[in-house]
């Protein structure tokens, strides 16, 4: 994977705000009303504009702005995982499946919660319920469950995931980038919902790693640079209540990044980055676990980049676990410099103090400057794009200080 | 004025969320007779709030200022119409509602789409709830400027002096408006934009000498300083001539501030509390050495915010004269997440240690009232007492 041999290179964490076309291509398409090859051709000519886009915004490393997962509607923080219950089989829709509690963990003695019941959301309540409260597609408009795994978690999405890969190696060519990334769930970020099929949470969440190993390869295969989208590590902790004790939720954790490990055996760790963040929705946050407690997770994933949130202001004091904690020779961090989390646009200024904050802890050549999370959906595609022409003018400012 | 002497003091712009019977009966225009029992109480509340959220410098929420909705971001200076005379409402000019005052806006031409979906947000908030700012859409000066709000001020000033004889802070502010500020709406009455600004100026004195007389900080509220510049002169670039206008505006403020003892004066500048990109924002460096011009003790200033953030490093360059106080945003309206306190005492830290100790109370950018969630806005009210907390044990450690 490239890295910032010469100067600060930059990348994001994967969505990008879809055209009004493609919205109303997936809309048609969710509703079956799509014609298979206008589909197909419209968002072939999507992904190949919001390359060329990211480019001339000067993003180095690219990608297809998640064009391939459906979002049907302006404002959407579910694509990120949604897409993949179309691409496996063993899950159903829970309208029609009567509400379970989740399994209890066979590890440790605590299991996952609904989102109602999240301990942010509890404290909160009457911001979350508050339709005006500035959530837009957020919080109170989210689906209250998650899909239901009813029989055998099995991959099927192969020729989605094919599509998705040459429409975006069309267009890096075409654009003349030379690295492109591609983001896919982790096994536990979409094996969290209910489970009716298997014994264990544990036994849930390694099918799920089994099964959605074959999209990881069909990415690495072709070339690209494979990321690993896994907000359910931290995200987690806020979906126990009451609030478990740390050393409970690292048992309850260390399974999942094993499943993790086990669905990326062999692959090749150079083409691989994880993304955690904390939840993209804009509440207060207020029961984020600190990066503090689960760095040692993080950095135990077979992969050489770690891309983290650093630019919101519950995490931005965060940089600080880096000078506590070293990071493994070869390996790079991918912070936050930018946010969703904020209608206002940051200084560049502010982006390259940001950068060089962490070039001066891990060294220049070991940090890739990024977003948060995804910017498509969670706020204004003008803000979004005016965000990443700010990361890019940010890395040039802080280039221009650590080569000089 | 009060300092951070012995630990850092905790103070806030001004806003405070309004309780819902408050706010409807501003919406319900009550009678002054009907109102002042409910504000009254509800002053005497929310200064005991303050408090027990380690709020040091505090202040009446506004509540004297009508807001008629939770989300409402111009009662700060839509309240002061009612106390000025010399302003008629023009159909022709509420037509162009917002869009009158923001002519000149190069962020507003670059962020058309977003703007537009948010007047359309904003828009449909205001036919709801009678949003305030709407309310000043069309008016015009079209005779003298005076000042009638002589009721209206003791009422504000006795309900704070009443709630903190019974909740004790170690100071007392309220806000007023500021000239540059007042000068935004159109006028047809004066020949210059030079006399209709320091007409203004003379009115709006009164009010300063009776929040002064009462006994509190006066703090001039004048984001109109910066704001303006995006509004007004961006379009052209042309930093030259905005600096003709603020110092102008600078001088008109410091003749309504004549014998006001410079220490019971702070001054706060923000950039407009709305949502936006804010990426016209002028930069501090091209304003600060006027921001200082204006006679105050006390400068309240955003840099809680990701536009201006890096900003606290203008200190290194410019000295703070002896003295006086920077009074920095360590906490923002913009975002609904919560500041870590951690990152409250970075920020508090990175200042202290420019301008020193003594010379920083830690503050929001802006009033929270209106602008967040009311949750979040004591969330965030929390997290700058614990961050000064955490700051103060390092700096005095």
Same mark, same amino acid.
């Given at each position: ?12 964490? *994967? ?135 009813? *029989? ?126 904390? *939840? ?40 600080? &676990? ?15 410099? &930018? ?5 206002? &646009? ?59 | ?116 979906? @948010? ?49 004790? +802070? @170690? ?139 890096? @900003? ?32 409250? +005492? ?52």
């Amino acid at each position: 994977m490239k890295r910032s041999d010469q100067r600060i290179i930059t990348t994001h964490v *994967g969505s990008l705000s879809r055209p009004s076309e493609l919205l109303t291509l997936n809309a048609a398409r969710s509703s079956g009303t799509a014609d298979v090859t206008a589909y197909d051709k419209g968002l072939a000519a999507a992904v190949t504009e919001v390359v060329m886009k990211q480019h001339e915004v000067g993003i180095d490393i690219a990608n297809d702005g998640e064009f391939g997962k459906p979002m049907s509607a302006a404002y959407d923080y579910g694509a990120w995982w949604n897409y993949a219950f179309e691409r496996l089989e063993g899950f159903a829709s829970p309208e029609s499946i009567p509400e379970t509690e989740h399994k209890k963990s066979s590890v440790a003695d605590l299991s996952l919660t609904t989102f109602a019941r999240r301990r942010d959301w509890q404290q909160f309540s009457e911001f979350y319920h508050d339709p005006t409260s500035g959530l837009a597609g957020s919080a109170p408009a989210r689906r209250q469950r998650r899909p239901v795994c009813v *029989g055998p978690v099995r991959y099927k999405g192969h020729a989605q995931t094919k599509a998705d890969i040459d429409h975006l190696k069309t267009a890096l060519a075409q654009a003349g980038i030379e690295e492109g990334f591609m983001t896919s769930v982790a096994p536990a970020s979409f094996a969290r919902g209910e489970d009716l099929h298997y014994k264990t949470e544990e036994d849930f969440v390694a099918a799920a790693a089994d099964a959605i190993r074959d999209e990881y390869k069909a990415i690495i295969d072709a070339g690209l640079v494979l990321q690993i989208d896994d907000p359910s590590l931290p995200d987690n902790w806020d979906m126990i209540y009451p609030e478990p004790s740390l050393e409970e939720f690292k048992k309850f954790s260390r399974v999942r990044i094993e499943a993790l490990n086990y669905a990326l055996r062999g692959l090749p760790e150079d083409r691989i980055r994880y993304h955690i963040c904390w *939840g993209s929705w804009h509440g207060p946050h207020t029961t984020d676990i600190p990066l503090a407690d689960i760095i040692d997770l993080v950095l135990a994933v077979r992969a050489q980049a770690y891309s983290v949130e650093a630019a919101n202001v519950r995490h931005e004091h965060e940089w600080r &676990v880096w000078q506590e904690t070293k990071l493994p020779e070869g390996k790079i961090v991918v912070p936050g410099v &930018v946010s969703h989390a904020t209608n206002v &646009v940051e200084h560049p200024r502010l982006v390259a103090d940001r950068i060089i904050r962490f070039a001066k802890i891990v060294g220049r050549e070991n940090v890739i400057a990024s977003t948060d999370c995804g910017l498509g959906g969670r706020i204004h595609p003008q803000i979004a794009w005016a965000k990443l022409a700010a990361l890019a003018e940010g890395a040039k400012l802080a280039s221009h200080e650590l080569w000089q | 004025m009060k300092r951070s002497t012995h630990r850092i003091l905790t103070t806030h712009v001004g806003s405070l969320p309004r309780p819902d019977d408050l706010m409807a009966l501003y919406a319900a225009n009550a009678s002054d007779e009907k109102l002042q029992p409910r504000l009254r109480a509800a002053v005497g509340d929310i200064v005991r709030q303050q408090a027990e959220s380690g709020i040091d410098v505090v202040n009446d929420g506004e509540y004297g200022k009508a807001m008629r909705s939770s989300m409402d971001f111009g009662a700060w200076w839509s309240y002061v119409y009612p106390r000025l005379a010399g302003y008629e409402l023009s159909e022709e000019q509420a037509k162009k509602g917002r869009g009158a005052w923001t002519f000149g806006s190069k962020e507003r031409k670059e962020f058309a789409e977003f703007y537009a979906d @948010e007047a359309s947000a904003a828009a449909s908030a205001a036919r709801q709830s009678g949003s305030s700012t709407a309310q000043l859409y069309g008016l015009t000066c079209t005779g003298p400027v005076k000042y009638v709000g002589h009721v209206a001020i003791k009422r504000d000033t006795e309900n704070l002096a009443a709630a903190v004889r019974i909740t004790r +802070a @170690e100071d007392t502010f309220m806000t007023a408006v500021s000239p540059a500020t007042l000068q935004i709406l159109p006028n047809v009455y004066y020949k210059s934009a030079e006399d209709y600004t320091w007409a203004l100026a003379e009115a709006i004195r009164e009010e300063y000498h009776a929040i002064v007389d009462a006994g509190f900080i006066l703090q001039i509220d004048d984001p109109a300083l910066v704001d303006i510049y995006d509004w007004w002169f961006s379009m052209n670039d042309d930093i030259a001539g905005y600096r003709k206008w603020a110092a102008f505006q600078v001088q008109a403020l410091n003749h309504a501030l004549e014998g006001i003892p410079e220490d019971r004066v702070r001054f706060h500048i923000c950039w407009g509390s709305w949502h936006g990109p804010h990426k016209g924002d002028v930069e501090l460096k091209d304003v600060v050495d006027l921001l200082l011009k204006v006679m105050a003790q006390g400068y309240s200033v955003e840099a809680g915010n990701v536009r201006h953030e890096h @900003e606290w490093k203008i200190w290194q360059n410019t000295k703070l004269p002896d003295g006086k106080l920077v009074i920095p945003g360590v906490v923002s309206h913009a975002t609904n997440v919560l500041e870590h306190p951690e990152l409250v +005492a970075d920020r508090i830290v990175r200042f202290a240690k420019v301008v020193g100790r003594e010379n920083v109370i830690a503050s929001t950018d802006c009033g929270l009232g209106g602008r967040v969630h009311p949750q979040i806005a004591w969330a965030k009210l929390g997290a700058l007492a614990e961050g000064a907390r955490l700051a103060t044990k390092q700096l005095w450690a």
